[in-house]
């Protein structure tokens, strides 16, 4: 089973910081998705990256992919209360599985 | 649109009790996939299937058995339930192999 590393585990920012989460493989990912998880529900995604060094953007979300595909990292600027939640990757590799990183809970403050 | 259905969305078991979890998308998706959710451990993988007639095992199979006899429906058996396996269970589908999950609400199951 590929291990996906997820850092930080835990995040508690006040509204307007910057941050950073990052998610790591000694593996070659085919693919690799990030996730936002609300309490009480299922995930949703937010991105799929597949080409090493591809930059995504949505809104103030930012998400990078590896040039050599085994990392990632989302950046989310000037954060909001609406972006608390449990941000989770996962990756895809030769197979039909996708396996998840353990995740990062972010909690912002007003 | 109902998406995917995971009934039931909660239920508790005594040690050594089987039952049935079932989900179900509308969506005409051939890749289903059963996860397990405890906290700090992220969501692991428990079995999948690729198509109707096809299942394949997970990270944390033991314990689990499934089922794929139509393409929207996956199943997932517990045939002697464990404390160990008290957890929410989530099922998901998609439609290509990089293609987006989408998840069902989940199933609190709590053994005891």
């Known amino acids: 089973t590929q291990l996906l590393e997820q850092s930080p585990q835990f995040l508690s920012i006040q509204e307007g910081e910057n941050l950073t989460v990052y998610c790591n493989s000694s593996s070659v990912f085919s693919s690799l998705q990030w996730y936002r998880q609300e309490p009480g529900e299922g995930p949703v995604l937010l991105v799929t990256?597949?080409?090493?060094?591809e930059v995504k953007k949505l809104k103030r979300l930012t998400f990078q992919f590896g040039d050599a595909r085994k990392d990632s990292s989302l950046h989310i600027t000037a954060a909001q209360p609406g972006d608390t939640g449990l941000y989770l990757c996962?990756?895809?590799?030769?197979?039909?599985?996708?396996?998840f990183g353990k995740g990062t809970s972010l909690l912002v403050t007003p | 649109n109902a998406g995917v259905t995971q009934t039931p969305k909660f239920r508790v078991l005594k040690t050594g009790q089987s039952m049935t979890l079932l989900c179900a998308q509308d969506?005409?998706?051939?890749?289903m996939y059963w996860y397990r959710q405890d906290p700090g451990m992220g969501l692991r993988l428990i079995h999948y299937?690729?198509?109707?007639?096809?299942?394949a095992k997970g990270e944390v199979p033991d314990g689990y058995n499934v089922s794929r006899l139509k393409k929207q429906n996956f199943l997932l058996g517990l045939e002697s339930a464990a404390p160990s396996q008290t957890s929410v269970y989530f099922c998901?589908?998609?439609?290509?192999?990089?293609?987006?999950?989408?998840f069902g609400e989940g199933s609190r199951l709590t053994v005891l």
């Open positions: 969506m005409n998706h051939e890749y």
């Open positions: 996962a990756g895809g590799y030769s197979g039909y599985a996708l396996n």
């Open positions: 998901a589908s998609r439609t290509s192999r990089t293609g987006e999950l989408f």
């Open positions: 299937s690729v198509g109707e007639g096809t299942t």
């Open positions: 990256v597949v080409t090493g060094g």
